[in-house]
């Protein structure tokens, strides 16, 4: 019986190069680093031959039985993982005429030497039939690359598809012959969405699921209890490609769970800091659009593997992170794809060993499957149907930027969940990018009326250009560009203290971003917070502010996929905390800590509080704005035991006597039947 956390191993063997000696490596890696399943690459990088054949498949067959036969007797499974399906890139190679696949075809009409058009009806014949030939081997999980898209294919410009079969579809739900560069004129058009925009995302998401359930059906044809997985990309570029994730999902497992590898940010080691933003922007967004019952399990990979890629240490905080996303288990790529097999100097498998006790307890507590809590940040996979082009130049004008509240705010210590309806009520719910275009004026209207609303600049500027200003109190609004001389820096107004200081300031200026200065309705109730001003001490605009008690204006925009570096700071991050405490927000926050992101959910009785430590340095005592509940544990990832904490009353809350290592986290649970 595999642990509740499951350790998916990637293997890499060559056939006929180094089989005897790493298939014995891979018996004595199972054991030290307590694997539970083993997923034979086929095909892979460096030895990825191009579009696989038969033949070539019965080479990789022969070894996965032995891996399949080798594993048996030791309570392991087995997966395959084939390494290509559309494929990545060209990278050099041709495809073999006998084949006679239809290639993909780009933006500006650039035909791929390799890569293939998913609708080319040989090119899904030839894929089911080889995912066919590996589900009668009965694998636990048969796994689909991400170059299962239609982004993202060097050296096409963008990705496709604008073939001639697919140029024809589109002009057939055009009604009339289309051009490539008119139809794109038309998917990019800047203002409102052309009725080619619908066209190429309903065309483009048909495509996809038309490939997946060839896929799927040949898998469930072929065995009753093999699963499919798909290995994810970057949702927001899956949007510009009309993804459904459910039904793609779904059209893979054929009857089965969903299964999912979402992409971890991180090739590479990076300031945890960062890290932790990618992670909010990329993993949790992707989870967040999930079918709820997908099992989910991440790649964890070091490319271009070795402990100068990421050392183990950081390694380890990437699995104590992901717990967030609700995992079944996780994938494991550590070692390179070219023949050279497990690396035992590198030292991975004694921090896989010493990690697991820890994830497998706090996996089979279950926490992570309730109830997000926090500030609900909206978000919709269907955004690209909706969001207004401005230069009408590039594909990644179709990418929705809905993301930003989800990195700021647990790195300012404020818990924020991903939500996909803003059918809510007595919530705090934050919106930034043109999200707000995805309902009605209708759904708006009662969004606003129920709820305390966070809107950033470009959200704001969404409700504007709608017509619907006067649900955030606000008549109109300018923008003024950064380092313009329009406004230097932020200073909070009379009556606010921060960080200790009264008219506390925080720049405005080189890594911030644009602001807008809004003009607010006569009669309208407006708490400034703060104000922004020129370089001569001049006032130039409002700055943080909150309207009518509802709605907070955060006037900082334009900010693409990140988080400003001058938004993140002790004066900006008592701001916002005090507006939440202004407005009622019980979910407990993160006192003056940077990156100590608190990721809050909710079980029956119990509400559980993890904390990671996405910081270089400890923290050494926590304080929490609020208390959920009575009774306080904690289990903690550096030493894996469960303590009792005994709160007390300070500045701001309540201190816990606790302290959260670097790159380390801890599982609070409160116990509400107690009381607070």
Not at 190 to 209: A, C, F, N, Q
Not at 390 to 412: C, D, I, K, N, V
Not at 446 to 460: Q, S
Request: charged share 20%.
């Amino acid at each position: 019986m595999s642990d509740p956390f499951r350790y998916i191993f990637r293997f890499c063997c060559d056939p006929g190069f180094n089989d005897e000696a790493e298939l014995q490596a891979l018996k004595r890696y199972v054991r030290e680093a307590r694997i539970d399943d083993v997923a034979v690459f086929a095909n892979v990088q460096e030895l990825n031959t191009g579009h696989m054949t038969r033949e070539e498949q019965d080479v990789y067959l022969r070894l996965m039985e032995r891996v399949r036969d080798l594993l048996s007797g030791m309570g392991v499974t087995f997966s395959i993982n084939h390494w290509h399906s559309v494929m990545h890139a060209d990278l050099g190679k041709r495809m073999d005429p006998a084949l006679d696949f239809r290639p993909m075809v780009d933006v500006e009409g650039n035909e791929a030497a390799l890569c293939v058009c998913p609708l080319c009806e040989k090119w899904q014949r030839h894929i089911a039939g080889l995912y066919a030939r590996y589900a009668q081997l009965e694998p636990s999980i048969l796994w689909v690359e991400d170059d299962f898209r239609l982004h993202n294919h060097a050296p096409l410009v963008w990705g496709g598809c604008f073939c001639e079969e697919h140029m024809r579809l589109y002009s057939e739900r055009a009604g009339k012959a289309l051009t490539r560069e008119e139809f794109l004129r038309g998917v990019l058009r800047p203002g409102p969405p052309h009725p080619y925009r619908k066209i190429w995302l309903d065309v483009s998401r048909e495509t996809m699921l038309s490939a997946a359930r060839a896929i799927g059906q040949a898998v469930r044809q072929a065995s009753a209890t093999t699963k499919v997985g798909l290995m994810s990309s970057v949702p927001h570029v899956h949007a510009a490609e009309g993804r459904d994730w459910h039904a793609l999902l779904r059209a893979l497992a054929a009857g089965l769970p969903p299964v999912d590898r979402i992409h971890l940010p991180g090739y590479q080691e990076q300031a945890p800091g960062a890290y932790l933003a990618g992670l909010n922007r990329v993993a949790l967004l992707n989870r967040a659009f999930l079918p709820r019952e997908t099992e989910v399990y991440p790649e964890l990979e070091n490319f271009p593997y070795s402990l100068f890629s990421k050392s183990r240490r950081f390694t380890r905080f990437q699995l104590l992170s992901a717990l967030v996303l609700n995992l079944a288990g996780i994938t494991i790529d550590l070692y390179d794809l070219n023949g050279n097999g497990i690396v035992w100097e590198d030292g991975y498998q004694d921090m896989l060993r010493d990690v697991k006790p820890f994830l497998n307890r706090l996996t089979a507590l279950g926490v992570f499957a309730g109830e997000r809590r926090g500030v609900h940040v909206l978000c919709s996979p269907d955004s690209s149907y909706t969001l207004h082009t401005t230069r009408g130049a590039s594909m990644e004008e179709l990418y929705p930027h809905e993301t930003f509240f989800a990195q700021l705010l647990p790195a300012l210590g404020i818990p924020a969940a991903y939500c996909l309806s803003p059918d809510l009520s007595g919530q705090v719910v934050a919106a930034s990018g043109q999200v707000l275009r995805n309902w009605s004026a209708e759904t708006l209207n009662r969004l606003f009326a129920r709820n305390f609303v966070i809107l950033d600049g470009d959200a704001l500027w969404t409700l504007l250009d709608m017509g619907l200003g006067h649900l955030a109190g606000v008549e109109s609004a300018r923008w003024l560009t950064q380092d313009s001389g329009a406004c230097a820096y932020e200073q909070a107004e009379e009556g606010h203290v921060y960080a200790g200081r009264t008219g506390a300031r925080a720049s405005a200026m080189i890594f911030c971003s644009d602001v807008l200065d809004v003009r607010y309705l006569p009669g309208t109730r407006v708490e400034g917070y703060t104000a922004f001003y020129d370089s001569f001490r001049r006032r130039a605009a409002h700055g943080q502010t909150v309207v009518d008690g509802r709605v907070m204006i955060y006037p900082f925009g334009h900010f693409g996929m990140g988080v400003p570096p001058m938004l993140l700071g002790r004066v900006r991050q008592e701001i916002l905390q005090d507006v939440l405490d202004a407005a009622g927000f019980d979910v407990p926050m993160v006192r003056g800590l940077a990156y100590l992101a608190p990721y809050c959910f909710r079980n029956g009785d119990t509400t559980a509080l993890y904390l990671i430590n996405a910081s270089s340095d400890p923290a050494e005592d926590v304080v929490l704005s609020r208390l959920p509940g009575g009774g306080v544990r904690v289990l903690r990832s550096e030493d894996a035991r469960e303590h009792m904490l005994a709160p007390r009353p300070a500045k701001g809350g309540a201190a816990l006597g606790l302290g959260v290592g670097s790159l380390e986290t801890a599982l609070i649970l409160f116990d509400d039947t107690q009381g607070s």
